[in-house]
Each structure stands twice: as structure tokens, then as C-alpha cells.
């Protein structure tokens, strides 16, 4: 458990303090494809100790067999967090980082549409599945865990957006957690999660693209 926790919440830290010796601290598209490459790498190898090393199922991390309502649940789930966080922000005044925003959506449509999946499958395996299922176990509390595995889902997007702009990004982890908590169902996760950075990287070029913006 001990390295699986490792590879969920300390790998993506130091993820970043990585790649920024090869990169520095400027955006590119290499740099957000290592990160991809990496975040690939990470989540194979934490499947791999599941199986192999803690010779447990991938039920243990949340991952159910897909049923009818699975995919268009994620969906609305999407969408409605996407929604409430879009809110909340906007009632706190809050800004969200408008320059990384621009810069994301500029990449070409693969690129954007791997950093998507790329998120909803290795976010909410990492923090969802993994994480918060092995920290409720060690500390016998869903809630406790739940709000460790926010802190480090929080405190893991400082690289990209920094201090000033957390507050949406523990907004949206707050509701993607208690998605999780509701139905323990990875998959759905998975979707929502996608889908939310969808209509950011997406859906919302595409409107902006055809004038409807």
C-alpha cells in the first residue's frame, strides 16, 4: 500500500519538479507531452502493484463492470459539476487561469483530446480509486481520506496554475470526490472527470471556432 500511495500522491508532486529541469517553467506542447508519457508510465505501474504486489482486484480501486446508465451518468455528472463549479467560482469572484486556458486550447485537437482521457483515467485512478479506497482503509474513514486525496489532487495542479488559481481546481476535486463517495464507481469518475475538461479543451474551441462565444 505504502508504494501504491506513493505513486498516487507523491509522483505527480514531483512529476512537475521533474520535467521543469528539462523544460524550465515555460508551457510547451513537449513539455505537456512528456507529461502525458509520464502520466501513462505512473498509472501502468500502480495497476501493476494492485495486481501483482498487493495481489488484489481492480474492484479495489472502484473499477465495476460497465452498466447502461454508467456512461450518460458520468455525463450529466460532467456537466452539472462543471455548472455548479462554473457558480461558485463566478460568486467568489475567483479568476481561473485565463493564460494556461488559451495555451491549452491552442494545441492541436489530438493533443487535447489525449489530455482529456488522459485526465479522467489517470486523475481518478490515481486520487479516487486508488488513494482514497487505501487511505479509507487505513484510517477506517471515507472522509478522511476524501479530504486527504483533495489536498493532493489540489496541491498537484500548483505547477500548472499556481497558488492564485487553486480554488476552482478544489472546487471541481470537492465534487468529483463526492461523486465518488456517492456511487464508488470508478468508471463514472472516469467520464465525469473527462467530460468536464472536455467542454474546457473541446467543446468550447469548437463553439468559440464557429462564433458561438
Known amino acids: 500500500m ?10 505527480p508532486l514531483l512529476t512537475p519538479i521533474v520535467d521543469s529541469i528539462f523544460y524550465g517553467t515555460e508551457q510547451t506542447s513537449a513539455r505537456i507531452e512528456w507529461g502525458i508519457v509520464v502520466h501513462w508510465i505512473n498509472l501502468a505501474v500502480l495497476i ?3 495486481i501483482l504486489a498487493e495481489r488484489q482486484s481492480l474492484t479495489s480501486i472502484g473499477l465495476r463492470s460497465l452498466r447502461w446508465w454508467t456512461i450518460p ?5 460532467g456537466v452539472v459539476i462543471t455548472a455548479l463549479a462554473g457558480v461558485l467560482v463566478r460568486a467568489l469572484g475567483v479568476s481561473t487561469d485565463q493564460h494556461l486556458a488559451t495555451f491549452l486550447q491552442s494545441l492541436p485537437f489530438s493533443v487535447r483530446l489525449l489530455l482529456v482521457v488522459t485526465a479522467g483515467v489517470f486523475e481518478e485512478t490515481l486520487y479516487r480509486g486508488y488513494a482514497l479506497e487505501r487511505l479509507a482503509s487505513a484510517f477506517n474513514s471515507k472522509w478522511v481520506a476524501a479530504a486527504v486525496t483533495v489536498a493532493f489532487f489540489t ?3 500548483v ?3 499556481g ?3 487553486l480554488l476552482p481546481i478544489f472546487i471541481v476535486s470537492v465534487f468529483v470526490t463526492l461523486l465518488y463517495l456517492w456511487r464508488r464507481d470508478l468508471m463514472v469518475n472516469v467520464v465525469a472527470h473527462a ?16 462564433g458561438a462565444l
Open 163 to 165: 497558488f492564485a488559481h
Open 73 to 77: 451518468l458520468g455525463l450529466l455528472a
Open 155 to 157: 496541491l498537484g495542479h
Open 48 to 50: 501493476a502493484v494492485v
Open 195 to 210: 467530460t468536464i475538461d472536455g467542454i474546457g479543451l473541446l467543446l468550447v474551441p469548437i463553439l468559440a471556432h464557429h
Open 159 to 161: 505547477p500548472a496554475v
Open 2 to 11: 505504502f508504494l501504491g500511495l506513493f505513486l498516487a500522491l507523491i509522483v
